[in-house]
């Protein structure tokens, strides 16, 4: 029997890019580093990490920024929302929690760059911290 994938939506604050990401119990990573929090211009982001076949553009286009060697951003060029990210070698792609229509979908399950969180943010779960990156395959 064929399990279920859950498809996930999400889009830009304005409309003009809408997606949809397929996943089951993905990881999902508090990323603390400070290249995301330019980036988005929150203290913290949140990201899902998918197989790059399990997400869809499905409306609009996205203009992109390559900000560091690891990593290309892509976000709607109408509101500037960031809406995901891609790496060089196609492991995954990272979809922002923040643009998910339904963010009680998910769960987070770690956090990376912890070196790098601001000392007045605090967390008090119990997830794995990593001082930078986390593995993707947890
Ligand atoms: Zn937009
Ligand atoms: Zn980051």
Redesign the pocket.
């Known amino acids: 029997m064929a399990t279920i994938v859950p498809v996930l939506h999400g889009g830009c604050l304005c409309g003009a890019v809408r997606y949809s990401v397929r996943c089951d119990e993905p990881v999902v990573d508090y ?1 603390h ?1 400070a ?2 929090r330019k980036a988005s211009g929150g203290v913290v ?1 949140a990201w899902i990490q998918v197989p790059p076949a399990d997400f869809t553009l499905t409306h609009g286009t996205v203009a992109d920024h390559v900000s560091s060697e690891r990593g290309t951003r892509h976000f709607c060029p109408r509101c500037g929302a960031q809406l995901y990210m891609t790496d060089p070698d196609g492991r995954s792609v990272g979809v922002t929690v923040g643009t998910l229509d339904d963010p009680e979908a998910i769960r987070p399950t770690v956090h990376g ?1 912890d070196s790098s969180r601001p000392s007045w943010l605090h967390i008090t779960d119990d997830l794995p911290r990593y001082d930078e990156a986390p593995p993707y395959d947890l």
């Open positions: 990323c580093c290249m995301c982001s760059w």
